[in-house]
């Protein structure tokens, strides 16, 4: 099969080597961004007369038809044409004749294929940061409902302090929307136009790099033609930006398994979302978020990958880079599903506010509490947190919950203890105590879940 740059060779290319070094299996996923880039680059190529008028009109129809023939479905791409560009190009002068050749002028595959990435990140950037938002709302949703509901909070996986569940849900809110602020400034770097840069060191054509980008609604050109084809900083950005949403959802991943096991049972995920056993009947497993969890692996492999890949490449371009798409292709699709399946699953999931009050009901996470009631009496907080100790102790030594001591007792410990012990000590009053900004004090869930809701309006 003949080659587009087939000239210099005296030999066809061995099938084994056009197998491995061709890219279309996977960057056919480039193919509305390679017209678009197309179709920009050759209306420029006519309006700085470095291609005649009538060339450019049969140029941009022969592009939008080859774009219907993809959408179709009627294009049968091949190895022998290695990649989306040259396959598309192929294609168009299959169905236009040679004009269909002077596309390619004062252009290079380099800087076309790095154009393609940043119009197809670009669009990924912009839904990600909707589902995201998406996301938000449903934590949002959750936190709503659950503003009065109270579970015990923990470190070290050990029972704490009692919190609102609200407030829990809203830590996530402030993750995500962190992760959203990320998307949002890695598209500053992600809109920045590659082409024009040639192969590597600009074109000869007097070209307007500037009337690309306009068109293509790119902010700036890159500064440095070396620097614009060999560029992948913002693939591994978007990889890293990925990796930390992955983050953050396997390990809400990992609260819901917990809370879901009979041992919690603090929430029920919606049937529509869990799955059965072949063999255990009673089962009803936390797939999604297990799935999620693991899935997390591959997303930090990509972005690892691409690291190893950039590593000690010499400058400009070098083949190793068309292993930059697998795993952003990959990463853009575990990402997709894992967001879409999210938000609906926090909206329908069940909270089982009983059971967690009854949690707070029967643990220790009212201690601090009065250690503080003790410190506003006098007492060093050393000392008070040593009294404080001491009747915890004694409680488990006699299978009972501080709420449960009676007012001499709690004199065993401290004269300081006053009948109003029991008020201070009620998991309402426990929470409602932490009245500082961005404590789990009601009103101050209340005010963050306000402020998360005017930032979900802005963005
Ligand atoms: N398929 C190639 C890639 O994805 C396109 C650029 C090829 N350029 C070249 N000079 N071989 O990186």
Same mark, same amino acid.
């Given at each position: 099969?003949?080659?587009?740059? *087939?000239?210099?060779?005296?030999? %066809?290319?061995?099938?084994?080597?056009?197998?491995?070094? !061709?890219?279309?299996?996977?960057?056919?996923?480039?193919?509305?961004?390679?017209? %678009?880039?197309?179709?920009?680059?050759?209306?420029?190529?006519?309006?700085?007369?470095?291609?005649?008028? $009538?060339?450019?009109?049969?140029?941009? $129809?022969?592009?939008?038809?080859?774009?219907? +023939?993809?959408?179709?479905?009627?294009?049968?791409?091949?190895?022998?044409?290695?990649?989306?560009?040259?396959?598309?190009?192929?294609?168009? /002068?299959?169905?236009?004749?040679?004009?269909?050749?002077?596309?390619?002028?004062?252009?290079?595959?380099?800087?076309?294929?790095?154009?393609?990435?940043?119009?197809?990140?670009?669009?990924? @950037?912009?839904?990600?940061? *909707?589902?995201?938002?998406?996301?938000?709302?449903?934590?949002?949703?959750?936190?709503?409902?659950?503003?009065?509901?109270?579970?015990?909070?923990?470190? =070290?996986?050990?029972?704490?302090?009692?919190?609102?569940?609200? =407030? =829990?849900?809203?830590?996530?809110?402030?993750?995500?929307?962190?992760?959203?602020?990320?998307?949002?400034?890695?598209?500053?770097?992600?809109?920045?136009? &590659?082409?024009?840069?040639?192969?590597?060191?600009?074109?000869?054509? !007097?070209?307007?790099? =500037?009337?690309?980008?306009?068109?293509?609604?790119?902010?700036?050109?890159?500064?440095?033609?070396?620097?614009?084809?060999?560029?992948?900083?913002?693939?591994?950005?978007?990889?890293?930006? !990925?990796?930390?949403? +992955?983050?953050?959802?396997?390990?809400?991943?990992?609260?819901?398994?917990?809370?879901?096991?009979?041992?919690?049972?603090?929430?029920?995920?919606?049937?529509?979302?869990?799955?059965?056993?072949?063999?255990?009947?009673?089962?009803?497993?936390?797939? @999604? &978020?297990?799935?999620?969890?693991?899935?997390?692996?591959?997303?930090?492999?990509?972005?690892?990958?691409?690291?190893?890949?950039?590593?000690?490449?010499?400058?400009?371009?070098?083949?190793?880079?068309?292993? $930059?798409?697998?795993?952003?292709?990959?990463?853009?699709?575990?990402?997709?599903?894992?967001?879409?399946?999210?938000?609906?699953?926090?909206?329908?999931?069940?909270?089982?506010?009983?059971?967690?009050?009854?949690?707070?009901?029967?643990?220790?996470?009212?201690?601090?509490?009065?250690?503080?009631?003790?410190?506003?009496?006098?007492?060093?907080?050393?000392?008070?947190?040593?009294?404080?100790?001491?009747?915890?102790?004694?409680?488990?030594?006699?299978?009972?919950?501080?709420?449960?001591?009676? /007012?001499?007792?709690?004199?065993?410990?401290?004269?300081?203890?006053?009948?109003?012990?029991?008020?201070?000590? %009620? &998991?309402?009053?426990?929470?409602?105590?932490?009245?500082?900004?961005?404590?789990? !004090?009601?009103?101050?869930?209340?005010?963050?879940?306000?402020?998360?809701?005017? %930032?979900?309006?802005?963005?």
């Amino acid at each position: 099969m003949s080659k587009l740059w *087939g000239g210099r060779f005296t030999k %066809q290319t061995d099938q084994l080597v056009e197998e491995y070094t !061709a890219s279309i299996m996977f960057d056919k996923a480039l193919a509305e961004e390679d017209i %678009q880039g197309s179709l920009a680059h050759v209306t420029m190529l006519g309006k700085c007369g470095i291609l005649p008028a $009538d060339d450019v009109e049969k140029i941009k $129809d022969g592009l939008l038809k080859v774009q219907g +023939m993809i959408r179709r479905g009627e294009v049968e791409f091949t190895v022998g044409d290695e990649d989306i560009h040259m396959n598309i190009e192929k294609t168009l /002068i299959d169905e236009i004749g040679p004009v269909g050749g002077k596309l390619h002028t004062g252009r290079s595959r380099n800087d076309q294929v790095a154009t393609d990435m940043h119009l197809y990140l670009r669009k990924r @950037v912009v839904e990600f940061v *909707g589902l995201l938002n998406k996301l938000n709302e449903a934590l949002i949703g959750q936190s709503l409902a659950n503003l009065d509901t109270i579970v015990p909070g923990y470190t =070290h996986l050990q029972r704490a302090q009692p919190i609102l569940f609200a =407030h =829990h849900m809203m830590a996530y809110v402030s993750m995500f929307q962190r992760d959203i602020e990320r998307m949002q400034d890695s598209y500053k770097r992600i809109n920045s136009l &590659p082409l024009g840069a040639g192969a590597l060191a600009g074109t000869t054509f !007097a070209i307007d790099r =500037h009337f690309v980008a306009q068109q293509l609604k790119f902010d700036r050109v890159y500064e440095n033609s070396l620097d614009a084809v060999s560029d992948r900083d913002f693939i591994v950005e978007f990889l890293a930006n !990925a990796a930390l949403v +992955m983050t953050h959802l396997s390990r809400l991943c990992e609260e819901l398994v917990l809370w879901s096991s009979t041992e919690f049972a603090f929430v029920e995920l919606d049937d529509a979302f869990c799955t059965g056993s072949s063999i255990m009947p009673q089962k009803k497993n936390p797939d @999604v &978020p297990e799935l999620v969890r693991g899935k997390t692996g591959r997303v930090y492999g990509n972005l690892f990958g691409l690291l190893t890949v950039l590593k000690a490449l010499p400058l400009a371009y070098n083949k190793d880079m068309q292993e $930059d798409k697998e795993g952003m292709f990959d990463t853009v699709k575990t990402l997709q599903g894992a967001l879409q399946l999210f938000a609906p699953m926090i909206a329908t999931m069940k909270v089982n506010r009983e059971r967690m009050r009854q949690a707070v009901n029967q643990d220790f996470s009212n201690a601090t509490d009065i250690a503080d009631y003790l410190v506003n009496k006098g007492l060093p907080f050393r000392q008070a947190h040593e009294v404080i100790g001491k009747t915890v102790l004694y409680c488990i030594q006699n299978k009972k919950y501080l709420l449960d001591l009676k /007012i001499e007792e709690f004199h065993q410990f401290s004269k300081l203890f006053d009948t109003n012990i029991y008020d201070v000590l %009620q &998991p309402e009053n426990v929470v409602n105590a932490r009245n500082v900004y961005g404590g789990t !004090a009601s009103n101050q869930v209340s005010e963050a879940i306000e402020r998360a809701q005017k %930032q979900l309006e802005e963005t």
